[in-house]
Protein backbone atom coordinates (compact mmCIF):
# COMPACT_ATOMS: atom_id res chain seq x y z
CA UNK A 1 0.00 0.00 0.00
CA UNK A 2 1.04 3.54 -0.87
CA UNK A 3 1.28 5.53 2.53
CA UNK A 4 2.99 9.28 0.63
CA UNK A 5 1.14 12.40 -0.94
CA UNK A 6 0.11 13.35 2.35
CA UNK A 7 0.73 16.86 1.56
CA UNK A 8 -1.47 16.81 -1.56
CA UNK A 9 -4.30 15.18 0.62
CA UNK A 10 -4.21 18.25 2.93
CA UNK A 11 -4.36 20.55 -0.26
CA UNK A 12 -7.10 18.53 -1.62
CA UNK A 13 -9.05 18.20 1.72
CA UNK A 14 -8.30 21.77 2.95
CA UNK A 15 -9.03 24.18 -0.22
CA UNK A 16 -9.54 23.13 -3.71
CA UNK A 17 -11.96 20.72 -2.12
CA UNK A 18 -14.32 23.92 -1.18
CA UNK A 19 -14.31 25.51 -4.57
CA UNK A 20 -15.11 22.04 -6.02
CA UNK A 21 -18.67 22.05 -4.72
CA UNK A 22 -20.01 25.19 -6.46
CA UNK A 23 -17.52 24.98 -9.30
CA UNK A 24 -17.87 21.29 -10.52
CA UNK A 25 -21.51 21.70 -11.14
CA UNK A 26 -23.87 23.90 -13.31
CA UNK A 27 -26.84 23.21 -10.97
CA UNK A 28 -27.32 26.34 -8.90
CA UNK A 29 -26.21 26.42 -5.24
CA UNK A 30 -29.39 27.45 -4.00
CA UNK A 31 -30.67 24.01 -5.48
CA UNK A 32 -27.96 21.39 -3.69
CA UNK A 33 -27.82 20.53 0.20
CA UNK A 34 -24.52 22.13 0.04
CA UNK A 35 -24.89 22.03 3.95
CA UNK A 36 -25.25 18.55 4.19
CA UNK A 37 -22.94 17.43 1.76
CA UNK A 38 -20.13 19.92 3.77
CA UNK A 39 -21.47 17.87 6.97
CA UNK A 40 -20.63 14.81 5.46
CA UNK A 41 -17.11 16.32 4.47
CA UNK A 42 -15.79 17.61 7.20
CA UNK A 43 -16.97 14.36 9.62
CA UNK A 44 -15.51 12.84 6.80
CA UNK A 45 -12.19 15.02 6.94
CA UNK A 46 -12.07 14.41 11.03
CA UNK A 47 -12.38 10.15 10.63
CA UNK A 48 -9.20 10.49 7.83
CA UNK A 49 -7.28 12.45 10.44
CA UNK A 50 -7.90 9.82 13.36
CA UNK A 51 -6.77 7.07 10.55
CA UNK A 52 -10.42 5.63 10.17
CA UNK A 53 -10.39 5.46 6.79
CA UNK A 54 -13.61 3.01 6.58
CA UNK A 55 -16.01 5.65 8.12
CA UNK A 56 -14.22 8.22 6.25
CA UNK A 57 -15.28 7.04 3.22
CA UNK A 58 -18.56 6.55 4.29
CA UNK A 59 -19.02 10.13 4.96
CA UNK A 60 -16.73 11.19 1.24
CA UNK A 61 -19.13 9.41 -0.26
CA UNK A 62 -22.31 10.34 1.27
CA UNK A 63 -20.83 13.90 0.67
CA UNK A 64 -20.26 12.91 -2.95
CA UNK A 65 -24.08 11.85 -3.60
CA UNK A 66 -24.77 15.16 -3.04
CA UNK A 67 -22.29 16.88 -4.62
CA UNK A 68 -20.50 15.71 -8.02
CA UNK A 69 -17.48 17.14 -6.95
CA UNK A 70 -13.63 15.41 -8.20
CA UNK A 71 -12.12 16.44 -5.46
CA UNK A 72 -14.01 14.27 -3.49
CA UNK A 73 -13.55 11.19 -5.64
CA UNK A 74 -9.54 11.83 -4.94
CA UNK A 75 -10.95 11.42 -1.01
CA UNK A 76 -12.86 8.55 -1.90
CA UNK A 77 -9.27 6.87 -3.42
CA UNK A 78 -7.41 7.69 -0.56
CA UNK A 79 -10.01 6.10 1.73
CA UNK A 80 -9.86 2.93 -0.71
CA UNK A 81 -6.35 3.03 -0.67
CA UNK A 82 -5.84 3.20 3.15
CA UNK A 83 -8.42 -0.22 3.20
CA UNK A 84 -6.70 -2.03 0.86
CA UNK A 85 -9.13 -1.97 -2.00
CA UNK A 86 -6.47 -0.91 -4.07
CA UNK A 87 -8.37 -1.35 -7.40
CA UNK A 88 -11.43 0.75 -6.47
CA UNK A 89 -8.94 3.25 -5.45
CA UNK A 90 -7.67 3.41 -8.65
CA UNK A 91 -10.80 3.94 -10.42
CA UNK A 92 -11.84 6.45 -8.11
CA UNK A 93 -8.73 8.08 -8.62
CA UNK A 94 -8.81 7.60 -12.31
CA UNK A 95 -12.27 9.71 -12.30
CA UNK A 96 -10.69 12.63 -10.39
CA UNK A 97 -8.23 12.88 -13.58
CA UNK A 98 -11.04 12.48 -16.11
CA UNK A 99 -12.92 14.94 -14.27
CA UNK A 100 -9.83 17.43 -13.69
CA UNK A 101 -7.15 16.41 -15.96
CA UNK A 102 -5.50 19.89 -15.75
CA UNK A 103 -5.36 20.40 -12.32
CA UNK A 104 -2.14 21.09 -10.42
CA UNK A 105 -2.75 18.04 -8.31
CA UNK A 106 -3.18 15.71 -11.40
CA UNK A 107 0.42 14.89 -12.05
CA UNK A 108 1.17 13.85 -8.68
CA UNK A 109 -2.33 11.88 -9.08
CA UNK A 110 -1.26 9.93 -12.10
CA UNK A 111 1.95 9.26 -10.63
CA UNK A 112 0.03 7.70 -7.69
CA UNK A 113 -2.25 5.38 -10.33
CA UNK A 114 0.81 4.40 -11.90
CA UNK A 115 2.12 2.67 -8.68
CA UNK A 116 -0.85 1.63 -7.51
CA UNK A 117 -1.44 -0.56 -11.20
CA UNK A 118 2.06 -1.54 -10.76
CA UNK A 119 1.69 -3.33 -7.03
CA UNK A 120 -2.22 -4.70 -7.99
CA UNK A 121 -0.19 -6.18 -11.30
CA UNK A 122 2.48 -7.59 -9.14
CA UNK A 123 0.33 -9.42 -6.79
CA UNK A 124 -1.44 -10.91 -9.50
CA UNK A 125 1.75 -12.12 -10.76
CA UNK A 126 2.97 -13.42 -7.25
CA UNK A 127 -0.87 -14.83 -6.76
CA UNK A 128 -0.91 -16.73 -10.02
CA UNK A 129 2.62 -17.87 -9.32
CA UNK A 130 1.75 -19.41 -5.89
CA UNK A 131 -1.12 -21.44 -7.70
CA UNK A 132 1.08 -22.46 -10.50
CA UNK A 133 3.13 -23.74 -7.98
CA UNK A 134 0.84 -25.39 -5.63
CA UNK A 135 -0.83 -27.34 -8.39
CA UNK A 136 2.57 -28.38 -9.83
CA UNK A 137 2.73 -32.01 -9.20
CA UNK A 138 5.37 -33.77 -6.89
CA UNK A 139 7.62 -36.24 -8.11
CA UNK A 140 8.21 -37.64 -4.14
CA UNK A 141 4.90 -40.25 -3.90
CA UNK A 142 5.89 -41.93 -6.72
CA UNK A 143 9.77 -41.89 -6.04
CA UNK A 144 9.22 -43.14 -2.53
CA UNK A 145 6.78 -46.05 -3.77
CA UNK A 146 9.19 -47.17 -6.70
CA UNK A 147 12.03 -46.94 -3.82
CA UNK A 148 9.95 -49.05 -1.96
CA UNK A 149 9.55 -51.98 -4.53
CA UNK A 150 12.81 -51.51 -5.11
CA UNK A 151 14.22 -52.27 -2.05
CA UNK A 152 11.20 -55.27 -1.06
CA UNK A 153 12.13 -57.16 -4.75
CA UNK A 154 15.99 -56.86 -3.02
CA UNK A 155 15.67 -58.01 0.29
CA UNK A 156 12.90 -61.21 -1.47
CA UNK A 157 14.85 -62.25 -4.14
CA UNK A 158 18.49 -62.20 -1.71
CA UNK A 159 16.21 -64.22 1.06
CA UNK A 160 14.96 -66.66 -1.81
CA UNK A 161 18.28 -66.89 -3.39
CA UNK A 162 20.04 -67.46 0.09
CA UNK A 163 17.32 -69.97 0.49
CA UNK A 164 18.20 -72.09 -2.60
CA UNK A 165 21.83 -71.82 -2.17
CA UNK A 166 21.52 -73.22 1.24
CA UNK A 167 19.02 -75.89 0.41
CA UNK A 168 20.99 -77.35 -2.77
CA UNK A 169 24.28 -77.36 -0.52
CA UNK A 170 22.39 -79.51 2.45
CA UNK A 171 21.02 -81.85 -0.04
CA UNK A 172 24.12 -82.84 -1.73
CA UNK A 173 25.33 -83.68 1.52
CA UNK A 174 22.23 -85.84 2.08
CA UNK A 175 20.89 -84.23 5.36
CA UNK A 176 17.67 -84.72 6.77
CA UNK A 177 14.74 -82.81 5.72
CA UNK A 178 14.69 -80.93 8.99
CA UNK A 179 17.57 -79.20 8.19
CA UNK A 180 16.32 -77.97 4.82
CA UNK A 181 12.50 -76.75 6.45
CA UNK A 182 13.84 -73.80 7.64
CA UNK A 183 15.41 -72.79 4.46
CA UNK A 184 11.56 -73.14 2.79
CA UNK A 185 9.96 -70.48 5.24
CA UNK A 186 13.43 -67.69 4.08
CA UNK A 187 12.04 -69.21 0.34
CA UNK A 188 8.41 -68.62 1.27
CA UNK A 189 9.19 -65.00 3.02
CA UNK A 190 11.26 -64.22 -0.10
CA UNK A 191 8.45 -65.03 -2.72
CA UNK A 192 6.01 -63.03 -0.55
CA UNK A 193 8.23 -59.86 -0.51
CA UNK A 194 8.82 -60.19 -4.03
CA UNK A 195 5.28 -60.39 -4.69
CA UNK A 196 4.48 -57.00 -2.57
CA UNK A 197 7.58 -55.58 -4.91
CA UNK A 198 5.35 -56.55 -7.53
CA UNK A 199 1.97 -55.03 -6.53
CA UNK A 200 4.53 -51.90 -5.17
CA UNK A 201 5.89 -51.55 -8.59
CA UNK A 202 2.34 -51.74 -10.18
CA UNK A 203 1.30 -48.51 -8.18
CA UNK A 204 4.14 -46.76 -8.88
CA UNK A 205 3.18 -47.13 -12.34
CA UNK A 206 0.33 -45.60 -11.58
CA UNK A 207 1.28 -42.50 -9.74
CA UNK A 208 4.09 -41.90 -12.72
CA UNK A 209 1.48 -41.64 -14.90
CA UNK A 210 -1.10 -39.78 -12.79
CA UNK A 211 2.33 -37.34 -12.75
CA UNK A 212 3.38 -37.41 -15.93
CA UNK A 213 -0.69 -36.29 -17.55
CA UNK A 214 -0.45 -33.19 -13.95
CA UNK A 215 2.62 -31.88 -15.42
CA UNK A 216 1.70 -31.71 -18.58
CA UNK A 217 -1.57 -29.57 -17.46
CA UNK A 218 0.90 -27.54 -15.89
CA UNK A 219 2.57 -26.65 -18.62
CA UNK A 220 -0.08 -25.86 -20.80
CA UNK A 221 -1.34 -23.97 -18.32
CA UNK A 222 1.95 -21.32 -18.25
CA UNK A 223 2.24 -21.41 -21.88
Known amino acids: MIRGGSALVLAILLSSHVVAFGADTNTPLVEL ?13 ALF ?18 VPA ?3 EYNVGLCLERTSALTEAVAAYQRFLDARPDDPAAPAVRARV ?15 ERVLAAARPSVVAP ?19 HAKVEADSLRSGCCAESEISPLRGQAYAGYALLAAAGVTA ?12 ARRVQKSVTR
Open 70 to 72: PAL
Open 114 to 128: EALRSGIAAVAAHRD
Open 143 to 161: AVVGGAALGLAIIGAGLFG
Open 33 to 45: DRGLARAHFERGR
Open 49 to 66: ERDDYAQALTEFRAALAL
Open 202 to 213: VVDVALWVRWSR
